[in-house]
């Protein structure tokens, strides 16, 4: 391992540099890690890429599936300070990282298509990429990514063996979303709103010309990011959108799935996993639901000390399942 600093930094040996910033803390990762991105699929020009963290050897290790956040909207595939993927890391698991098309650029019924892509490309390819047992398959997700994770429950087949969602939501029509919003302000137009997206389809935020976290805002104060991003009425057409919602597809084969919220989240409601928890209970599905008392999104403002226990607890649940 090469340039530890004390100041809360490391610097991992890996293919692209990547600096892992974890706050003030020292995480001593004890190995070298490769980081190498792979296009999973191309959609006419666009290629839609996932990047693979994992310990740099040959031996054959299990993997976890990671979806970032950003409403859909935002977001990328990289990340350096995921505290999970990073303790998972540690305990030799490979990440693989996920970018998929972005809203509105593209709708929600093509979006959860990549989801259900880079599954079966992970089956395919995996084992044989990157040295990975597909046999088992843990999914971890923020937001939005909560809420692809929690997708992955019921979309992706074979379902995946354990999920870990971090504030994610189950429900896309609710009017915690379809309904003008008093924490989110804009003071956009409608006009300079869609010149932010208005371009081709991207599959990373950072391809973007425009601002999408602007735009976003302007959806969520106007209450219109279910037609936004689905192209939906969600007054009128709400049955639409059944077929991409967690919480109107929870069976018993459902995967034992962990819940990890903010009671004080005013982006995505902690009533959401409260929703998911009753579901996951009626129909008998092993899950957790981890609260973290007067939380904000991102869980900012929750006890550092509750915060990492919650992590712990993550990583605890996804190795129950996986080993």
């Not at 935002?74 to 540690?90: A, F, Q, T």
């Not at 509105?104 to 089956?123: G, N």
């Not at 391809?207 to 735009?215: A, S, Y």
């Amino acid at each position: 391992m090469k340039n530890v600093s004390r100041r809360g930094f490391i610097k991992l040996t890996a293919t692209n540099g990547v600096l892992y910033p974890f706050g003030h803390q020292l995480f001593a990762m004890q190995k070298e890690v490769s980081v190498k991105a792979y296009t999973y699929k191309k959609v006419g020009e666009l290629e839609i890429k996932v990047v693979v963290h994992r310990h740099d050897d040959k031996f054959i290790r299990p993997v976890v599936v990671r979806f970032h956040g950003g409403a859909l909207i935002m977001g990328h595939r990289d990340w350096e300070n995921d505290k999970l993927c990073l303790k998972l890391l540690e305990e030799d698991y490979a990440i693989v990282s996920v970018d998929y098309r972005l809203a509105p650029e593209t709708m929600l019924s093509d979006i959860i298509e990549d989801i259900e892509d880079v599954f079966d490309w992970i089956h395919e390819k995996g084992p044989e990429l990157f040295q990975i047992d597909v046999s088992k398959i843990a999914v971890t997700g923020n937001s939005a990514g909560g809420y692809l994770t929690l997708t992955s429950g019921f979309r992706v087949k074979p379902r995946p063996t354990v999920l870990v969602a971090f504030y994610g939501y189950g429900d896309l029509i609710g009017d915690w979303y379809s309904t003008p919003s008093i924490h989110h302000k804009s003071d956009i137009s409608e006009e300079e709103a869609w010149a932010q997206v208005s371009g081709v389809p991207i599959s990373d935020s950072r391809d973007r010309t425009g601002k999408g976290d602007e735009f976003y805002r302007y959806c969520r104060k106007y209450g219109l990011w279910p037609k936004a991003v689905s192209g939906w009425d969600p007054h009128t057409e709400a049955k639409k959108f059944f077929p991409y919602m967690p919480v109107k597809n929870v069976t018993h084969d459902y995967p034992p799935t962990m819940l990890i919220h903010g009671s004080n989240d005013t982006d995505v409601p902690y009533e959401q996993s409260v929703m998911m928890d009753k579901e996951l209970k009626i129909h008998h599905v092993e899950h957790e639901l981890v609260t973290i008392p007067g939380a904000e999104h991102g869980l900012r403002d929750g006890d550092p000390e509750l915060v990492e226990a919650a992590h712990n607890s993550a990583v605890e649940f996804i190795n129950r399942f996986m080993r």
